[in-house]
């Protein structure tokens, strides 16, 4: 009411002012282009040669280094791969992934009591701002601050240390949706341990309630942006699995936004372990895995062109894994979860789309390959969405 009696009053005052003139302390800010490193090139897997000035690294000049072409997601997010380490407010230098509409009223009653009940026993509540500021040497006249680093989360000795084996490979799912494929991966999986990344409040109340139902002990799941969680909260080395199952296909003009991008493939060479981990006590052991899986086409094209660019960035560190089968679905070596069919899944099918599942594993440089084998792959970009119906 205040607010609408300073708009007329002001209007009075001015009498047939132009309008810019009420206009111009309330301007809109113009909307952040996208970042370079996201827009990833499907016609090509390797950086190209004319590339080399413009994506030169600027502070590799600077500095004497000599010149050549960067690596374009390392040296472009230098900076945003820095922990954060002050405020307590989202520190994003990435463009959002998800829409901020969380249905009305939050959810069903249902999902909201299941919130309200189940959120102690399966939920996490990340600390996102580290200790308050402390004065940085002596004498009263210091006015710097050092800020401490938000805590990581522990895993073994706190998320899962009622899980039956807290030590446990863990397994990070990027938008679960309304829990389907977590609860289903961690019913057929009881020693390994789940973690579930959800911004969608009714779906972490349909999650919620699944768990409750299935009864199992090994899952943990975070309200918060995915990509937040893996930069400044997922300890290094600790992840054995990474799941993207469905997410927001958004459009090629909104390519930036979708959430297999370079930026977390970085975030999960970090996360993901050293060492070989099995998919169950006695199993072989392999190395830590990405799964994606998506019924947009658009999409699949999107993620082959992404995957042939990191892989042709590592030097085939990351590489697609072939010839699995059902049953390594069911035992949790390749797309964990996926037996269970999704909402959004079975809306795809319902449409006649055709779903693409893919699996990626991150694991030691490749040696070198002869010139032809290497244009003939480069070329070939990946598997298409015929070749997996």
């Given amino acids: 009411m205040l607010a609408a009696n300073y708009i007329v009053s002001r209007c009075a005052a001015v009498r047939g002012a132009p309008l810019r003139r009420l206009r111009s302390p309330l301007r809109r800010v113009p909307p952040r282009p996208p970042l370079r490193w996201l827009s990833v090139a499907a016609s090509s897997a390797s950086p190209s040669a004319d590339d080399g000035p413009r994506d030169a690294d600027v502070s590799g000049r600077a500095a004497g280094r000599p010149d050549g072409p960067r690596d374009r997601a390392s040296s472009a997010t230098a900076a945003i791969l820095r922990p954060r380490v002050r405020g307590k407010h989202l520190d994003r230098p990435w463009h959002l992934t998800y829409l901020r ?71 990070l799912e990027i938008g679960f949706g309304l829990g389907d494929s977590l609860v ?82 970085r975030l999960l060479e970090d996360a993901f372990v050293d060492e070989p981990v099995s998919s169950s006590p006695g199993g072989v052991p392999r190395r830590p895995r990405l799964h994606v899986s998506t019924d947009d086409a658009a999409y699949a094209a999107h993620c082959v062109a992404v995957m042939a660019e990191a892989e042709a960035r590592s030097r085939g560190r990351w590489r697609e894994v072939a010839g699995w089968t059902e049953e390594d679905v069911l035992a949790g070596a390749a797309m964990p979860g996926r037996s269970a069919r999704t909402k959004y899944e079975a809306r795809g099918v319902s449409m006649g789309h055709a779903v693409f599942d893919a699996c990626y594993e991150w694991g030691e440089a490749r040696e070198e390959e002869d010139a032809g084998a290497k244009g003939e792959r480069l070329e070939r970009g990946g598997p298409t969405i015929e070749e997996r119906r």
């Fill in 101 to 171: 509409n969380q249905g009305k009223k939050g959810g069903t009653p249902a999902q909201r009591q299941a919130m309200r009940d189940l959120w102690p026993t399966f939920g996490v509540d990340v600390a996102t701002h580290g200790a308050p500021p402390r004065a940085r040497g002596g004498g009263s006249g210091t006015t710097a601050r050092a800020f401490a680093p938000p805590p990581r989360l522990d895993f073994a000795g706190d998320l899962f240390a009622d899980a039956p084996r807290p030590d446990a490979p863990v397994t």
């Fill in 184 to 265: 289903e991966a961690a019913r057929r999986s009881p020693t390994r341990n789940f973690l579930g990344a959800e911004v969608h409040r009714p779906g972490v109340g349909a999650a919620l309630m699944k768990l409750r139902e299935a009864g199992v002990r090994n899952v943990r799941v975070v309200r918060m942006d995915a990509l937040w969680l893996l930069r400044d909260f997922v300890p290094p080395n600790s992840l054995s699995d990474a799941c993207v199952y469905f997410p927001d296909p958004w459009s090629d003009a909104q390519a930036h936004r979708r959430i297999v991008n370079p930026f977390l493939l």
